[in-house]
């Protein structure tokens, strides 16, 4: 079900009754091939995608960015869930001793809480925001309409972000609802190149990272308008719409560090007021104070009044949607928490409020109170890194198979990462969320790569998609293996 579709129209669009938008030029019409009309119906998201980005403009043809959504023989071989190989590897065995386990949640308490004892940008970070917005000509990128960045459009933004006056505060604030971090001050996103396998959709190089409810914050810059702040967090550096935010008063941080923790076990959790009055949503990975009254945990919300500062309300939750951080680190607990991310749409930076790879671990942990850093790089730096990329593709997995410890070892490539849950006939079992598989280039796709989408949360082989003729052999995941990493060491 290969789709490559070099129109040469503008495309609008128009919202149908089977997905989100349906593309139509000016023409007015489509013409599906068979294939495309089953992968109209089963993957409606790609065949979006595949129409979007192609190249517009009878001038000289453009790069055809070819996605194909397929299986992989792995989804069938593999469980799409983690409950047979938490069994296997002991499920109720602690993985980390108890009193490690209190060292990494007094540590996890201090990266989460860091921002509130921040006097001064993070070395760099400024520097790294103003170059984003001092760029010019094609270093700006595209944009939603997938041509480049306007340049009066652009100007008024970096205008906006008022960069000479950058800091000119220091608020430590807290987020009342799920937002991001943007390393522009706009909701537009901002594409590498429309036509190039991971420059394009979903990887808006704008997004930074998405923040759970609740994220303590400094604000150092608010833009001219208002309606944006340059703020810092535990875990990364961006700006954030000042809707998203409340300034807190040392009451409030003071109740906020020394109340017991809760994390979220669960996705799209509502937290509802004494009233009804719905507050935010919650996700694996939130993590908020909680009081017990008459024997029923409270988690405390905070919220944004309209002077912009923080109050609190009480939200009434239940056993399996928030329990005391930290929770016992053992294979059941983490696979209950993976299943109920299996098969979940990625989403880059967590836009959408998905998960991309790095994203997917760093929620999974944070019950656990083990802290993970953002990227996957970084992660790999979390624990016992031990170097694989010496070793030929045969002996990595015999690697893996023989020290790696399972739902306790990351698997690092660059730019991916996931976790190692144990062995599947003789082969490691990895579970990640997964963009796609670079496709090889032929006649087929006029000369240029492309991806095999899988686009979510799956169980593979370090191997995903060896048996298909035209994925890159070189490319596959084991031969770009770097590292493993066993988290509390």
């Not at 002991?90 to 993985?95: A, E, F, K």
């Not at 987020?175 to 036509?195: F, K, W, Y």
């Not at 509802?272 to 507050?279: A, P, S, T, V």
Request: charged share 20%.
């Amino acid at each position: 079900m290969r789709t490559v579709l070099p129109f040469s129209c503008p495309l609008r669009k128009r919202q149908t009754e089977n997905s989100p938008y349906a593309l139509i030029g000016n023409t007015g019409k489509i013409r599906y091939t068979p294939c495309m009309k089953t992968l109209r119906h089963t993957f409606p998201a790609v065949l979006v995608l595949a129409l979007v980005l192609t190249g517009c403009g009878p001038q000289t043809p453009r790069p055809r960015l070819v996605y194909e959504a397929a299986t992989v023989r792995d989804l069938a071989e593999f469980p799409q869930n983690l409950t047979g190989f938490a069994m296997r590897a002991g499920r109720d065995t602690p993985l980390i001793p108890q009193q490690r386990s209190s060292v990494l949640y007094e540590q996890y308490k201090k990266r989460f809480f860091a921002a509130w004892n921040q006097n001064k940008p993070g070395r760099g970070n400024v520097e790294y925001m103003r170059a984003a917005l001092n760029r010019s000509g094609v270093k700006r990128g595209f944009a939603e309409n997938l041509q480049p960045w306007n340049s009066t459009r652009w100007s008024a933004m970096r205008e906006n972000a008022d960069l000479g006056a950058m800091p000119s505060l220091r608020i430590s604030a807290v987020t009342v609802r799920g937002t991001s971090l943007r390393l522009l001050p706009t909701e537009r996103p901002q594409l590498a190149n429309p036509a190039a396998p991971g420059q394009s959709f979903p990887f808006d190089e704008a997004q930074q990272t998405s923040l759970h409810v609740g994220t303590p914050l400094v604000l150092l810059h608010a833009s001219r308008d208002g309606a944006w702040f340059y703020a810092e967090s535990g875990v990364a550096c961006g700006w954030i719409p000042a809707a998203d935010v409340a300034g807190t008063d040392e009451e409030f941080r003071r109740l906020w560090r020394d109340a017991p923790l809760a994390a979220c076990h669960d996705d799209d959790v509502p937290l509802k007021d004494e009233n009804g009055r719905f507050l935010a949503h919650a996700d694996i990975g939130t993590v908020l104070p909680f009081e017990r009254v008459d024997g029923t945990m409270r988690v405390l919300v905070p919220m944004r009044d309209t002077d912009g500062n923080v109050r609190i309300a009480r939200a009434r939750t239940s056993a399996s949607s928030f329990r005391a951080m930290p929770q016992p680190l053992t294979p059941g607990r983490v696979a209950e928490l993976g299943d109920r991310m299996m098969g979940q749409s990625y989403g880059w930076g967590g836009m959408y409020g998905d998960r991309d790879c790095s994203s997917t671990l760093r929620d999974l942990f944070a019950p656990f109170g083990v802290w993970l850093p953002r990227n996957s790089s970084a992660q790999a730096g979390a624990g016992l890194k031990i170097d694989l990329r010496k070793l030929s593709p045969e002996d990595k997995e015999r690697r893996i198979l023989a020290d790696g410890i399972p739902f306790l070892t990351l698997l690092q490539l660059p730019g991916h990462i996931g976790l190692y849950v144990g062995p599947h006939n003789g082969r490691p079992a990895f579970f990640h969320n997964i963009w796609g598989l670079r496709t090889e280039p032929s006649p087929a796709t006029g000369g240029w790569p492309g991806r095999h989408v899988l686009g979510r949360a799956v169980v593979t082989s370090l191997r995903p998609g060896a048996e298909l003729p035209d994925i890159n052999k070189d490319a596959l995941l084991i031969h770009r293996m770097s590292f493993m990493t066993v988290l509390g060491k």
